[in-house]
T-cell receptor, first 112, second 116 residues
Framework: AQSVSQHNHHVILSEAASLELGCNYS??????LFWYVQYPGQHLQLLLK??????LVKGIKGFEAEFIKSKFSFNLRKPSVQWSDTAEYFC??????????FGSGTKLNVKP | DADVTQTPRNRITKTGKRIMLECSQT?????MYWYRQDPGLGLRLIYY???????NKGEISDGYSVSRQAQAKFSLSLESAIPNQTALYFC????FGAGGTYNEQFFGPGTRLTVL
């Protein structure tokens, strides 16, 4: 079945540690890719998006993601996390400009 | 003012009751979506609408119905609520851009529904 996989369900890091969250998808054709963040008690907000062009995408708050087409991956990275990055992160895929598919999310807990 | 609003924000109801959750948007987007969020399951699509005359089932539409009253309004109904419909419900909007640059979704604040 086609899907979006986030293999890390819960990540715990200390401040200043580097972060990489994995996202793999199984849809073919043209895909638009997104990372959303959900801070505790809030709605989802867009971190970054990829539509075309440079596969390394920079988003808000120092986040970036790399699209690797051959690996069907769109991993999220941040060189140095802060306590305020504690949140749940969702990868989303939009195949062929149609509806969106979300991963199950990764909860990030950053210890001060 | 928020671009995507949802009412109510919290609702507690009893099994068998009919419930309507409402979503309004001022972004002028054609596309609207209803999702439910459950811990560990991410967001699952209930229904979506690409314009006023277009309604489509998502992956978990059983037990739900929707109405697209206008471009700006998309309501979700639970005809006879059951406890496993207890969840956080989000409405989202997006627009279609041929170049792909306008396809991101914008989410409402969510409705926390508890069915006893």
């Amino acid at each position: 079945a086609q899907s979006v996989s986030q293999h890390n369900h819960h990540v715990i890091l200390s401040e200043a540690a580097s972060l990489e969250l994995g996202c793999n998808y199984s849809y073919g054709g043209t895909v638009n890719l997104f990372w959303y963040v959900q801070y505790p008690g809030q709605h989802l907000q867009l971190l970054l998006k990829y539509f075309s062009g440079d596969p390394l995408v920079k988003g808000i708050k120092g986040f970036e993601a790399e699209f690797i087409k051959s690996k069907f991956s769109f991993n999220l990275r941040k060189p140095s996390v802060q306590w305020s990055d504690t949140a749940e992160y969702f990868c989303a895929v939009q195949p062929n400009f149609n509806k969106f598919y979300f991963g199950s999310g990764t909860k990030l807990n950053v210890k001060p | 003012d928020a671009d995507v609003t949802q009412t109510p924000r919290n609702r507690i109801t009893k099994t068998g009751k009919r419930i309507m959750l409402e979503c309004s948007q001022t972004k002028g987007h054609d596309r609207m979506y209803w999702y439910r969020q459950d811990p560990g399951l991410g967001l699952r699509l209930i229904y979506y609408s690409f314009d006023v005359k277009d309604i489509n089932k998502g992956e978990i539409s059983d037990g739900y119905s929707v109405s697209r009253q206008a471009q700006a309004k998309f309501s979700l109904s639970l005809e006879s609520a059951i406890p496993n419909q207890t969840a956080l419900y989000f409405c989202a909007t997006s627009e279609f851009g041929a170049g792909g640059t306008y396809n991101e979704q914008f989410f409402g604040p969510g409705t926390r529904l508890t069915v006893l």
